[in-house]
């Protein structure tokens, strides 16, 4: 037999470790090609990881919960055919061709850890070099990666974790009846997000009472579980749900609110900087201390977007999908672009040149269980306003799930950041790296507002009025582009009529 190792490859995008979420098979398990093994989480999304190989487990060589390099060791599979261990390069390892998520040579010099949709910075983790594919050695000369192996005891196997979504049904007799308390073979029964939330609120799933079917746990009995007095469960350190620095689609809220645990006897809780949160604070640093920002604000009377919005909520067309005041902004900007293309650039210093953007890819500022990403749309300008509709509605429900891919985070042009959602009324948001303006959307609110009608008299009424900020990078756009930008953005929101004629 030939027991082959695949080793953690490497995901794309600079990123050089992800941590073990859940199994999807266990030792004795028979695999074919392109069968989902493993899914790990990055500090960008879940990802769920194909064996190249058909045969049958032969040990799992890390734990759900390790941390665990590129190029790490993580499965062992019997091929089934005869020949010395380890007889073809390990995915990811020595004398294997580095490729990224998508099967494309990764390019071996090295890059900086950074989030998607950010660009290089300072202080950021250099990804080791990787290996590019050796020259083939004389018949019978043992390569570099069998003399590793010879010279290298064989990692030992992890005793495999019982799956929990995949695994056949107990029989009706034996299921775990609702109320009684999850487990499988040791391990509470959880899907992942679940498992996300409890490790968010400091929750102890052996602790917590299964209500779902065959006993799994759900996001009811974390919740429910956590809201209880603490001397009535056990409490541990845990990661808080991170506060988002700016706004968020209101698709993309996560539901339940995380709260510290006060009075549990803890007078401080310490929480590891890692995953997305440390990307996110690396590539902020990096941001407001490289582009020069400015930021200018404008208040509005949004009256008739709000208008446009309701009828649009009540035809066919839009029926099927979700209509808020951030389409008309996302598409409204989009116009505004068209009419200040400047606003749509970058500032390329290795080079010393303005990149001007040609297209809008545009981005979301979104809050999910994993932390603030800024997925993006992909040609927004192409698109039409239910186009737009769909593509904001796919954006926030995969942002939600944590499963927004490296693709998605990666190339935007210019950023939303809705802080209305929270009942805020603006903000100076920082510039995506990679970016030169953002725009800061805030809640709509009713309020007097002056009128004039056509007489020119003068009158107060209740207008829905809102505020739009916009902060832009001052070296490549000026205080006219970006005042001229906002006011334009600002007329479009007021009478969302002219984008048919500026448009």
Same mark, same amino acid.
């Given at each position: 037999?030939?027991?082959?190792?695949?080793?953690?490859? $490497?995901?794309?995008? @600079?990123?050089?470790?992800?941590?073990?979420? *859940?199994?999807?098979?266990?030792?004795?398990?028979?695999?074919?090609?392109?069968?989902?093994?493993?899914?790990? *989480?990055?500090?960008?999304?879940?990802?769920?990881?194909?064996?190249?190989?058909?045969?049958?487990?032969?040990?799992?060589?890390?734990?759900?919960?390790?941390?665990?390099?590129?190029?790490? /060791?993580?499965? #062992?599979?019997?091929? @089934?055919?005869? @020949?010395?261990?380890?007889?073809?390069?390990?995915?990811?390892?020595?004398?294997?061709?580095?490729?990224?998520?998508?099967?494309?040579?990764?390019?071996?010099? %090295?890059?900086?850890?950074?989030?998607?949709?950010?660009?290089? &910075?300072?202080?950021?983790?250099?990804?080791?070099?990787?290996?590019?594919?050796? #020259?083939?050695? /004389?018949?019978?000369?043992?390569?570099?990666?069998?003399?590793?192996?010879?010279?290298?005891?064989?990692?030992?196997?992890?005793?495999?974790?019982?799956?929990?979504?995949?695994?056949?049904?107990?029989?009706?007799?034996?299921?775990? /009846?609702?109320?009684?308390?999850?487990?499988?073979?040791?391990?509470?029964?959880? &899907?992942?997000?679940?498992?996300?939330?409890?490790?968010?609120?400091?929750?102890?799933?052996?602790?917590?009472?299964?209500?779902?079917?065959?006993?799994?746990?759900?996001?009811? $009995?974390?919740?429910?579980?956590?809201?209880?007095?603490?001397?009535?469960?056990?409490?541990?350190?845990?990661?808080?749900?991170?506060?988002?620095?700016?706004?968020?689609?209101?698709?993309?809220?996560?539901?339940?609110?995380?709260?510290? %645990?006060?009075?549990?006897?803890?007078?401080?809780?310490?929480?590891?900087?890692?995953?997305?949160?440390?990307?996110?604070?690396?590539?902020?640093?990096?941001?407001?201390?490289?582009?020069?920002?400015?930021?200018?604000?404008?208040?509005?009377?949004?009256?008739?977007?709000?208008?446009?919005?309701?009828?649009? &909520?009540?035809?066919?067309?839009?029926?099927?999908?979700?209509?808020?005041?951030?389409?008309?902004?996302?598409?409204?900007?989009?116009?505004?672009?068209?009419?200040?293309?400047?606003?749509?650039?970058?500032?390329? *210093?290795?080079?010393? *040149?303005?990149?001007? &953007?040609?297209?809008?890819?545009?981005?979301?500022?979104?809050?999910?269980?994993? +932390?603030?990403?800024?997925?993006?749309?992909?040609?927004?300008?192409?698109?039409?306003?239910?186009?737009?509709?769909?593509?904001? +509605?796919?954006?926030?429900?995969?942002?939600?799930?944590?499963?927004?891919?490296?693709?998605?985070?990666? @190339?935007?042009?210019?950023?939303?950041?809705?802080?209305?959602?929270?009942?805020?009324?603006?903000?100076? /948001?920082?510039?995506? %790296?990679?970016?030169?303006?953002?725009?800061?959307?805030?809640?709509?609110?009713?309020?007097?507002?002056?009128?004039?009608?056509?007489?020119?008299?003068?009158?107060?009424?209740?207008?829905?009025?809102?505020?739009?900020?916009?902060?832009?990078?001052?070296?490549?756009?000026?205080?006219?582009?970006?005042?001229?930008?906002?006011?334009?953005?600002?007329?479009?929101?007021?009478?969302?009529?002219?984008?048919?004629?500026?448009?």
């Amino acid at each position: 037999m030939a027991i082959k190792t695949f080793n953690l490859p $490497d995901p794309g995008e @600079g990123l050089v470790e992800a941590e073990i979420v *859940e199994w999807k098979v266990a030792v004795g398990d028979s695999v074919k090609v392109n069968d989902i093994v493993l899914e790990v *989480e990055t500090a960008k999304s879940l990802v769920e990881l194909p064996i190249p190989w058909a045969g049958t487990v032969s040990s799992l060589l890390v734990e759900v919960g390790d941390t665990v390099d590129v190029g790490t /060791p993580i499965i #062992a599979v019997d091929d @089934g055919t005869g @020949g010395a261990a380890d007889d073809a390069p390990a995915v990811g390892g020595a004398g294997a061709v580095a490729t990224g998520a998508t099967g494309a040579p990764v390019d071996a010099t %090295p890059t900086e850890a950074i989030l998607v949709g950010y660009g290089a &910075k300072a202080g950021a983790t250099a990804r080791r070099p990787r290996k590019g594919a050796q #020259a083939a050695a /004389p018949a019978g000369t043992p390569t570099e990666t069998e003399q590793v192996a010879a010279a290298t005891p064989a990692p030992e196997p992890v005793t495999p974790t019982p799956r929990t979504d995949s695994a056949p049904a107990a029989p009706p007799a034996t299921s775990a /009846p609702a109320g009684a308390p999850a487990s499988d073979g040791g391990r509470p029964r959880a &899907k992942p997000p679940v498992r996300k939330l409890a490790k968010d609120l400091g929750v102890d799933l052996t602790t917590v009472t299964a209500t779902g079917p065959e006993g799994v746990i759900t996001r009811d $009995d974390v919740t429910g579980h956590h809201a209880r007095p603490a001397a009535a469960h056990a409490t541990s350190a845990h990661e808080s749900q991170p506060v988002a620095a700016s706004g968020h689609s209101a698709a993309a809220q996560t539901t339940g609110e995380v709260r510290m %645990p006060f009075g549990s006897g803890e007078r401080e809780t310490r929480t590891p900087v890692k995953g997305v949160r440390k990307m996110t604070a690396q590539a902020m640093v990096g941001s407001a201390f490289t582009a020069p920002h400015v930021t200018e604000w404008v208040t509005l009377d949004v009256t008739r977007t709000v208008e446009l919005v309701e009828r649009l &909520k009540g035809s066919r067309e839009f029926r099927d999908v979700k209509v808020t005041p951030l389409l008309v902004l996302a598409r409204a900007l989009v116009v505004a672009i068209r009419r200040n293309p400047g606003m749509n650039a970058t500032w390329d *210093e290795a080079a010393q *040149e303005i990149v001007q &953007k040609n297209y809008v890819n545009l981005g979301i500022a979104a809050a999910t269980p994993r +932390g603030l990403v800024v997925p993006n749309i992909k040609d927004a300008h192409a698109l039409t306003m239910l186009e737009l509709a769909q593509a904001i +509605g796919a954006l926030t429900a995969t942002a939600r799930e944590g499963r927004t891919q490296p693709a998605d985070m990666s @190339g935007g042009t210019m950023t939303i950041t809705n802080v209305g959602v929270f009942g805020v009324d603006s903000g100076t /948001p920082i510039i995506n %790296p990679g970016e030169s303006a953002i725009v800061c959307f805030g809640a709509i609110r009713k309020q007097p507002w002056v009128v004039t009608d056509a007489a020119g008299h003068d009158e107060i009424v209740v207008r829905h009025v809102t505020q739009l900020a916009v902060s832009f990078d001052h070296r490549l756009i000026d205080g006219e582009l970006g005042s001229r930008f906002l006011s334009d953005l600002a007329a479009l929101l007021e009478d969302p009529a002219q984008a048919l004629v500026w448009g």
